[in-house]
C-alpha cells in the first residue's frame, strides 16, 4: 500500500450515504413523461457481457435508507445490450453493471432516459476496508459506511473491519456514520486498487 493520506471531514456536512446489492426489482415509482433507455455493457476485453447484471437506481439513492422498489434490474442479451422501459424521464439515473462472481463492474452517473445507447465498460472491482472508532483510533465502533447513488451498504460491527469487494472504479465518495452520531463525507481523488479507511469522529485515514 501507497502512504497514508488524511482527509480531514467535518463531523456535520450534509451528504448522505457503502455494501451491495438489495435483491428485489420492482418499476420505479411515478413521472408522467416514461420512456426507454438502454445501453451495452462490455467486458475489459472489449467484448460484450454477456449475462451481466445491470441495474437502474435513481442519482439520488440513498442506501442508508434502502428502498428496492426504486431499484430495476435486467440482464445483457448475448451482445451484451440491455434494455429499461417506462423510465421516469423527469429524474436522473445511475446504471450499475457487474459480473459479481468475477469481481468486475461498471457505474454510469446522471442518465436520463430517450434516444441512444449508454455504454459500460467493466473493470475490476475496487475493495474498500472499513473501520469505525470511539476516538484515538483504539477501540472500535459499529455503524454504516456506504456510497450515495448506488446501493452499496456495509455494516460495521465493531469488531473487525468491514470488507466491500464491488466497488465500482467511479464511485470515490462513500459516508461513514457511527453508532455514537458522527459522520464524515468522504470523496476521494483516485484509487488504486484497495483502500483501507479507518475513522473516528474527528476525521478519516485512507490509506491505499
Known amino acids: 500500500m501507497n502512504r497514508m493520506a488524511k482527509f480531514a471531514a467535518a463531523g456535520s456536512l ?13 418499476a420505479q415509482g411515478g ?21 451481466a447484471l445491470v441495474k437502474l437506481l435513481p442519482a439520488d439513492y440513498d442506501p442508508s435508507h434502502p428502498d428496492t422498489t426504486l431499484i430495476r434490474k435486467a440482464s445483457t442479451d448475448k451482445s451484451g445490450r440491455f434494455r429499461f422501459e417506462k423510465v421516469d424521464s423527469a429524474r436522473s439515473w445511475n446504471l450499475i453493471a457487474g459480473t459479481p462472481g468475477r469481481k468486475s463492474w461498471a457505474l454510469a452517473r446522471g442518465l436520463k432516459p430517450g434516444p441512444g445507447s449508454r455504454p459500460l465498460s ?38 473487525s473491519a468491514s470488507l466491500v469487494d ?17 459522520k ?3 470523496t476521494l481523488v483516485s484509487i488504486v486498487d484497495s483502500v483501507d479507511v479507518q475513522a473516528d469522529r474527528n476525521g478519516i485515514i485512507c490509506a491505499q
Open 184 to 186: 464524515h463525507d468522504t
Open 31 to 51: 413521472g408522467s413523461d416514461t420512456e426507454t433507455l438502454t445501453g451495452i455493457v462490455t467486458g475489459a476485453d472489449g467484448g460484450p457481457a454477456i449475462g
Open 166 to 182: 464491488s466497488v465500482p472504479a467511479g464511485a470515490m465518495r462513500f459516508i461513514v456514520e457511527s453508532r455514537a452520531g458522527w
Open 14 to 26: 450534509l451528504l448522505a450515504a457503502c455494501l451491495f446489492m438489495p435483491d428485489e426489482q420492482t
Open 122 to 159: 467493466l473493470s475490476l472491482a475496487k475493495v474498500f476496508l472499513f473501520s469505525l472508532h470511539y476516538a484515538g483510533y483504539e477501540y472500535k465502533d459499529s455503524g454504516i459506511a456506504y456510497f450515495p447513488g448506488t446501493d452499496i451498504l456495509a455494516h460495521c460491527n465493531g469488531v
